[in-house]
């Protein structure tokens, strides 16, 4: 007993409540946020509590795709659109068990705005990602949209979820304060918390980030309640920290295969027109890069792999992307006196299925990529890759010698080779892409939702969550 209240037998929603309630008037008047000098700590609770409608932005694109009598209520908390989220999410809210509200902590990637890796103002979507989806956008405090450490900043979520008691709470990530925020609202409501992460142990780390994340994240995954794992090095990193084999459930980082490949359906056939707008000879086999052109992405190794093999088969190299290494990039093109070099420059979602269909080689030579997408997308398009150790899907794609190739990442000798074997014979691409196309029709969005649906089965059924609810 303190203050009149007998804390021990308060529930923790109540308790919340009251948290709420009394901070405006505890917290002195002059006390601010260091991220926003105007918005005092009073402000900052009075917005969650009092002015909810004003601090989401309703969607109005769900139409008759959200199943309307589902078993589970679920609430996924993202950072920002992200095209392939969004994609799994709208399949989800079609399964008739399932009902989704997704919160999205900024609209970082529908505005044009500066990224800071491309140097110039790029729009990664626009608002019809959006459709086929219930969602609510958070207002969000941090200065920036773009996720970081500090941003999204969006303390309405724990307010959303003490209202609406969803039946379980799926958290993208555990990098920015948007999914703590949403982790603290969850376990405040008691409502069981799914994880889904792309993370891996293939990077290197710093002695400090190590030890970290050893004193961190068993604590932190200890009050999770089930884990979607995206690949079998994400399953590994759950693993090592503590995580045990009934709390993992499948869940690939697939893409919208069916959008893929209906594109390579309708672009393929075209190759030889795609290859003549671009200026590139129409019996010249295409060798694609898809991705920011930056050092994590290593796309000087495949620059100068090329170098040693594209005489031998009149080969092209097609890079599609911007970034901070597009400029020396091409001055290395223009001083080393290469020929066949195209840089395409950034291209979105819906520009991307004419520079697959002209490709016949797919090569991502990065030096840390735990779930690349352009990858799932090449493979749609019955592409054979070439990938590096370092990509983390790599081992269940990329079967080595059958449908693409796995190097060591920084081995340009290496790549050099597996570059020449699939320029060199245009029936080994065809067999290899075909295998690609048969090994990424099975990591689909259909495999998502089953796996969804039995951690949400486990969950609610251990945690008694769903309060008498059919």
Known sequence: MWMGIN?????????????????????????????????????????????????????????DLIAGDGNFRLAAVVTHPIHYVVSLLRELSRHGAVRVMVYFGSDHGLREEVDPTFGRKVKWYDESVLVGIRFKFLRNYAWRRAPSAWSPLNPGIILELW????DAVLVHGYTTPCAWLALLGAWLTDRPVLFRGEADLLAPRSGLRTWMKRKLLPWLFRRVDGF????????????????????????????????????????????RELKEQYGIGVDSPVALFVGKLIDRKRPQDLLRA???????????LVFVGDGTLRGELEREVKERGLERVYFLGFKNQTELGPCYGMADVFVLPSDYDPSPKALNEAMNFGLPVIVTDRVGTAPDLVHHGVNGFIYPVGDVGALRRHLSELLEDSGRREHMGRRSLEIVSRWSFEEDVRGILKALDYVCSRRGSRDGRN
């Open 228 to 271: 979607l794992y995206s690949c079998s090095a994400n399953a590994h990193y759950y693993k090592h920290y503590g995580v045990p084999d009934e709390k993992l459930f499948f869940c690939p980082c697939a893409v919208d295969n069916e959008f893929w490949q209906e594109q390579a359906e309708r672009f393929k056939p075209r190759k």
């Open 163 to 166: 209202r609406e008691r969803y």
């Open 306 to 316: 090329f170098e040693g093999v594209y005489r031998n088969y009149n080969a092209s």
């Open 7 to 63: 804390w021990s037998a308060i529930d923790s929603r109540t308790l919340l409540g009251k948290v709420l309630r009394l901070s405006s008037c505890l917290l002195p008047k002059g006390m601010v946020i260091g991220m926003r000098r105007d918005l005092k700590w009073r402000r900052f609770f009075a917005i969650g509590r009092q002015e909810v409608s004003s601090a989401v932005r309703l969607g109005v694109s769900c139409g």
